[in-house]
T-cell receptor, first 114, second 114 residues
Framework: DAGVIQSPRHEVTEMGQEVTLRCKPISGHDYLFWYRQTMMRGLELLIYFNNNVPIDDSGMPEDRFSAKMPNASFSTLKIQPSEPRDSAVYFC????????????FGPGTRLTVL | GDSVTQMEGPVTLSEEAFLTINCTYTATGYPSLFWYVQYPGEGLQLLLKATKADDKGSNKGFEATYRKETTSFHLEKGSVQVSDSAVYFCAAFPSGGGADGLTFGKGTHLIIQP
């Protein structure tokens, strides 16, 4: 199994531009999570999906952030417009229904907004 | 809500030293407890887990024992190596909770010097 796949691994953009981060979860996993990691705030859960349906997006910082999961093998996290304070590492993770306590993380996308 | 507190870093040790990283939790009931490790440039990966009181999780020479009386899950290793340099996250998952219940500590950066 290839594990959770994220793209791009690095993204540098200018303030005001739209940014789209992509994730492919492990096949068969029912849950998908988006996290943000910064030095100041640590690891924050942004949103998670169960069977492609968003369950809890209370961690999404503002309306500039949106996430979709059109099918079981693909999810996107979009920031529009981006701001310098969005600079962080964004992780996608997935897990099975009956072992939801163990999450499998992707390698992350390091986003820099200038 | 549930919370996890772990010692601040960075923790700097010499190779072959004994390691302890403290972790305590606050939760209703008896959560499952985890240690995740994040190597440079990678996502988090599960290191070990314990699901009930007095259980000991172990992996790669690391150990942690679920102490209900002190609500703790301290990570230990008898002889650290340079390759153990990473960020270590303690996490708790409440019993009977949904997949969003995994709560992470802020992480402890471990640096092992040769």
């Amino acid at each position: 199994d290839a594990g959770v796949i994220q793209s791009p691994r690095h993204e540098v953009t200018e303030m005001g531009q739209e940014v789209t981060l992509r994730c492919k979860p492990i096949s068969g996993h029912d849950y998908l999570f988006w996290y943000r990691q910064t030095m100041m705030r640590g690891l924050e859960l942004l949103i998670y999906f169960n069977n492609n349906v968003p369950i809890d997006d209370s961690g999404m910082p503002e309306d500039r952030f949106s996430a979709k999961m059109p099918n079981a093998s693909f999810s996107t996290l979009k920031i529009q417009p981006s701001e310098p304070r969005d600079s962080a590492v964004y992780f996608c993770a997935s897990s099975w229904w009956d072992t939801g306590d163990e999450q499998f993380f992707g390698p992350g996308t390091r986003l820099t907004v200038l | 809500g549930d919370s996890v507190t772990q010692m601040e870093g960075p923790v700097t040790l010499s190779e072959e030293a004994f390691l302890t990283i403290n972790c305590t939790y606050t939760a209703t009931g008896y959560p499952s407890l985890f240690w995740y490790v994040q190597y440079p440039g990678e996502g988090l990966q599960l290191l070990l887990k314990a699901t009930k009181a007095d259980d000991k999780g172990s992996n790669k020479g690391f150990e942690a024992t679920y102490r209900k009386e002190t609500t703790s899950f301290h990570l230990e290793k008898g002889s650290v190596q340079v390759s153990d340099s990473a960020v270590y996250f303690c996490a708790a998952f409440p019993s009977g909770g949904g997949a969003d219940g995994l709560t992470f500590g802020k992480g402890t950066h471990l640096i092992i010097q040769p």
